[in-house]
């Protein structure tokens, strides 16, 4: 069963370009956002993360935007540029007892073009 | 570099043989995860470790197992190997575990292959 649904699966923009990636969650005892960006070869790296009490966060280029009556969440990046080309994980955990690791969506591979 | 360390890189084995996977977490981190990556299960959650003591188990299967020793270092034990236990194998960290909205430190990963 897969608790956090991810889309789209990859994902082409120019550069400049404002990529966004969605995801949707079931489980109502997720309490914490993250999205983890992974380059080939390496592990996956902590972007931006979101708690369910603010509906959007900034930090740099990248900002989420949170609908928890949807229980949806998105990932956007402003002036996309090439090195942004990767592939991005959301994830989502709680803080309410029971497995603390992060359930991930299946990524999504994006490539900027330049 | 995100601080925590993983070895081996790489490791090529046979079907029924068993590996150990070592991670060393952040400096002052207490908690340790392990995850793994795969083409059609994606990153999974494996199992946690707080402080020496398992705390959270995710989707382990019963030839998994993993410890926490002394000094924080894990080590993530595969026996019975499978080809379907080809994956990469993350280890992750983070400064106490006991909430589930702390930063999670991953590891460069360890590569296994099971032929």
């Known amino acids: 069963q897969q608790q956090v649904k991810q889309s789209p699966q990859s994902l082409i923009v120019q550069k400049g370009g404002i990529p966004i990636i969605n995801c949707a969650y079931e489980?109502?005892?997720?309490?914490?956002f993250p999205w983890y960006q992974q380059f080939p070869g390496k592990g996956p790296a902590l972007l931006i993360a979101?708690?369910?009490?603010?509906s959007e966060k900034k930090e740099g280029r990248f900002t989420i935007s949170f609908n928890k009556s949807a229980k949806q969440f998105s990932l956007h990046i402003m002036d996309s540029q090439p090195g942004d080309s990767a592939t991005y994980f959301c994830?989502?955990?709680?803080?309410?007892?029971?497995?603390?690791?992060?359930?991930f969506g299946k990524g999504t591979h994006l490539i900027i073009q330049p | 570099d995100s601080g925590v360390t993983q070895t081996p890189k790489h490791l090529i084995t046979a079907t029924g043989q068993r590996v150990t996977l070592r991670c060393s977490p952040r400096?002052?981190?207490?908690?340790v995860y392990w995850y793994q990556q795969s083409l059609d299960q994606g990153l999974q959650f494996l199992i946690q470790?707080?402080?020496?003591?398992?705390?959270a188990k995710g989707n382990i299967l019963e030839r998994f197992s993993a410890q926490q020793f002394p000094d924080l270092h894990s080590e993530l034990n595969l026996s019975s190997l499978e080809l379907g236990d080809s994956a990469l194998y993350f280890c992750?960290?983070?400064?106490?575990?006991?909430?589930?909205?702390?930063?999670?430190?991953f590891g460069p990963g360890t590569r296994l292959l099971v032929l």
């Open positions: 400096s002052g981190d207490l908690s």
């Open positions: 994830a989502a955990s709680g803080s309410g007892g029971g497995a603390d690791g992060l359930t």
């Open positions: 992750a960290s983070s400064a106490t575990g006991l909430t589930g909205q702390e930063t999670q430190y």
């Open positions: 979101i708690r369910p009490d603010v």
């Open positions: 489980n109502t005892a997720f309490d914490y």
């Open positions: 470790y707080y402080n020496g003591e398992e705390r």
